[in-house]
């Protein structure tokens, strides 16, 4: 009796985490479906002013209206949005270079947010540093699966890093 329960319970176990990983997923796929709506909302903002007032608060902006300001964060708001989602769901290995667009991204959205006027101008030195980590990384990472996938050991691979190329050859290596 105690083996049957324990079979159905075992039969029945997968449905969970079947339903859950549903759940999870339709989430997923309702935040990707909205932010097409998301970005439109810019079109509600003042058009013609730069001072924005309610019964709540009363704020102006640096930017020529509040629907420049609102179609600028939008611009850079959804990509990041977008590009986090695939970051914390993605399953691959390479996933972690995904952070060099969202830090991107997160600076120009900063600019936008302090009403900065050299938008776009000044996050790629800001970038420099995490890119000098972050992509050679991944790059190891990469090399040392492929190694594993092909059997070789990390002396070969240091002996094959060790030999004198032309850039042309290094280049060709790359896309082997």
């Known amino acids: 009796m105690n083996k ?21 997923g339709g989430i997923i796929v309702f935040l990707i479906a ?18 924005w007032e309610t019964s709540f ?12 300001f609102a179609w600028y964060f939008h611009g850079k708001f959804i990509p990041l949005y977008l590009l986090l989602l695939w970051f914390f769901t993605c399953k691959h290995w390479w996933h972690w270079i995904i952070l060099v667009p969202i830090a991107m ?17 000044l996050e790629f030195y800001y970038l420099i540093p995490l890119m000098l980590i972050v992509v050679p990384a991944v790059y190891l990472i990469r ?23 032309t850039v042309w050859q290094q280049i060709k290596d790359l896309f082997n």
């Not at 049957?4 to 999870?24: F, G, I, M, N």
């Not at 930017?63 to 420049?68: E, H």
């Open 57 to 68: 608060f009363t704020v102006e902006t640096a930017f020529p209206s509040w629907y420049a």
């Open 105 to 121: 991204y997160t600076f120009q959205l900063w600019g936008v947010i302090n009403q900065s006027n050299d938008l776009d101008s």
């Open 143 to 165: 090399a040392k699966l492929f190694a594993k996938i092909r059997g070789a050991d990390l002396k070969s691979f240091e002996e094959e890093l060790g030999q004198k190329r």
């Open 4 to 24: 049957q329960s324990s079979k159905s319970t075992e039969k029945w176990s997968h449905l969970t985490t079947d339903r859950k990983s549903l759940v999870v």
């Open 34 to 51: 909205i932010s097409p709506f998301i970005f439109y909302t810019y079109e509600d903002f003042p058009k013609d002013s730069q001072l």
